[in-house]
């Protein structure tokens, strides 16, 4: 059963079950001080247009929409630990958790996670690194996210091996033609494109993550029909790939602009859904 919550996630949280699901990422706001937004255009056929398209023809961008969410905290790990111990209590004994954030948070937010989880339980440290965007000219440019994953039971997981999606090998003319032909296992560093802007991918909310990277979470790391969960749910994107993998999702955010996504992206996976009155803190 796929559900969908509306709300506070500290409040819907504290409603769910003790170890009830197998696998938990979230992606939490960065804490980056700004407002994250972007900008809806729709592209239009107009002889005095300020682009130039395929064919010589020109087009005018026209501003239909904007999402946007803040993104500032004071103290973000007191914000983020009743969320991380709740994480803790919701796990299933197998399970792990997959935690999403950029270098301006990460090493506070491992030691915290060292504390809830005990240091024995991080399994990995994992890369994001993509190359897309503006570049530096003052310092190396900011190119990568970090991806914490924590088993419960660092003897007992659910590690899926004959389900890592294989990738080419840099020098294939090294390791001949049967290997290069089958390629080999990603490491813990995952170089995989941002979310096209221009892509069908794409639903216009603001820090979308890429659906290969979370198909490669959810096939590796949960079996079909597991329980899944993420509690920062922002477009969907982990509950469409545990969808389209023959998992379950419960999903909870508290902007509507994400609920209005995700209800229109996960129409077809028909989750339930709910909605917490906001005086419940």
């Not at 500290?10 to 960065?30: E, G, K, Q, R």
């Not at 491992?110 to 994992?126: A, H, M, P, T, Y």
């Not at 440019?141 to 091996?161: G, M, Q, V």
């Amino acid at each position: 059963m796929n559900k969908l919550y509306f709300g506070n996630n500290l409040a819907v949280l504290a409603t769910l079950p003790a170890a009830s699901y197998d696998l938990i990422y979230i992606d939490p706001p960065f804490n980056t001080g700004k407002v994250q937004s972007r900008t809806q255009l729709r592209t239009v056929r107009s002889e005095q247009g300020d682009r130039v398209g395929f064919g010589g023809h020109r087009y005018s961008s026209i501003k239909i929409g904007e999402r946007a969410y803040g993104d500032s905290f004071d103290d973000f790990l007191a914000f983020i630990e009743p969320r991380l111990l709740e994480a803790y209590r919701l796990l299933k004994p197998q399970g792990s958790f997959f935690f999403h954030i950029d270098y301006r948070e990460v090493h506070y937010c491992k030691v915290l996670l060292d504390q809830i989880f005990g240091r024995d339980s991080f399994i990995n440290e994992i890369i994001w690194a993509y190359d897309y965007g503006a570049r530096s000219r003052k310092k190396w440019s900011t190119k990568h996210d970090t991806i914490l994953w924590y088993a419960k039971d660092p003897e007992n997981y659910t590690f899926n091996y004959d389900q890592i999606d294989r990738i080419p090998y840099m020098a294939p003319g090294l390791v001949g033609p049967e290997k290069a032909a089958r390629g080999k296992t990603p490491t813990d560093v995952w170089w995989n494109t941002i979310v096209s802007p221009n892509g069908k991918e794409k639903t216009g909310y603001p820090t979308q993550k890429p659906l290969a990277i979370l198909n490669r979470i959810v096939r590796v790391h949960s079996n079909p029909n597991d329980q899944l969960l993420d509690f920062f749910a922002g477009s969907g994107s982990f509950g469409e790939a545990a969808a389209r993998n023959g998992r379950n999702f419960t999903l909870i955010d508290q902007n509507p602009q994400a609920i209005e996504v995700m209800r229109q992206r996960l129409a077809f996976a028909e989750p339930e859904f709910y909605e917490i009155p906001k005086d419940i803190i």
